[in-house]
């Protein structure tokens, strides 16, 4: 679920604002993003939307054009101090002091939810002793493990899906299509199609196009806590509808 936080909260709806809330469950989302540990959504908004301002350009400090895969995916974040959240790219978020306050104090959602899972493995150690379960197993397992997982699927984006794939639009940067990436990352992979219109809630175009962060979205709506999903206009469509 950590990967559809980060998919569907701090991207489509903090980053591109592809859908509409409310202020509650704004903030809700806000939370949730940080138990990804990308830090806070200001940060993530600020960086993601400079990128799409700059993509493959000299700004954009995680081109794979700059230094290959591995500058991309993870040297960018060693190389620089990319610590200051981009104020002037998330004016419309910066007016609400929850999410200020959610931006400075990130890591503390962090810091809970890894000694939950410290907690769940001393009670499961102590309530089921024949299962043979350790609090570090579940530790090790639920938190380490699942947070390389995650911080690299997110990276894989910034790297792969500017590498490797298709293009079905004539994007001025480097981003491609790639079935494998959209499994890996909710959808995500679809990164041509959200260079071409970012505004859509969608990254898969067509029903073939697996994207499940927008499916779980789509059943999000559905309770009502998220509405005005948007949509590629018709003529994008029919631009990727023809060969590039």
């Given amino acids: 679920m950590r990967v559809f936080f980060i998919t ?3 991207h ?19 939370l949730l993003g940080t138990l ?17 301002r700059h993509s493959d350009e000299e700004q954009d400090v995680h081109s794979p054009l700059k230094g290959g895969f591995w ?26 002091p ?45 938190f380490l493990l699942s947070t390389v997982m995650l911080l690299h699927t997110t990276y894989l984006i910034n790297s792969g899906a500017h590498m490797w794939g298709s293009r079905r639009f004539p994007t001025k940067d480097t981003s491609r299509n790639n079935l494998l990436l959209a499994l890996i990352t909710l959808g995500e992979g679809w990164h041509n199609n959200h260079h071409r219109y970012p505004g859509s809630e969608r990254n898969g175009f ?3 196009e697996v994207d499940v962060t927008h499916y779980l979205l789509t059943m999000l709506s559905w309770t009502g806590l998220i509405w005005d ?6 003529h994008v469509y029919d631009e990727g509808a023809r060969p590039v």
């Fill in 206 to 208: 067509f029903w073939w």
């Fill in 71 to 96: 500058w991309a995916h993870i040297g960018w974040l060693l190389a620089y101090n990319r610590d200051d959240t981009r104020w002037e790219e998330v004016k419309d978020l910066v007016r609400f």
């Fill in 98 to 142: 929850e999410l200020r306050w959610l931006d400075r104090w990130y890591f503390g959602s962090t810091l809970l939810y890894a000694g939950g899972t410290i907690a769940l493995g001393f009670w499961l150690e102590r309530a089921f002793p024949a299962t043979g379960v350790t609090w570090l197993q579940v530790f090790v397992w639920c």
């Fill in 36 to 52: 990804g540990i990308q830090k806070g959504p200001l940060w993530w908004a600020g960086h993601h939307r400079f990128h799409h």
């Fill in 229 to 234: 999903l948007r949509r590629p206009p018709a």
């Fill in 12 to 30: 489509r709806y903090f980053s591109h604002r592809t859908f509409q809330t409310t202020r509650v469950f704004q903030a809700v989302m806000a």
């Fill in 8 to 10: 569907g909260f701090y």
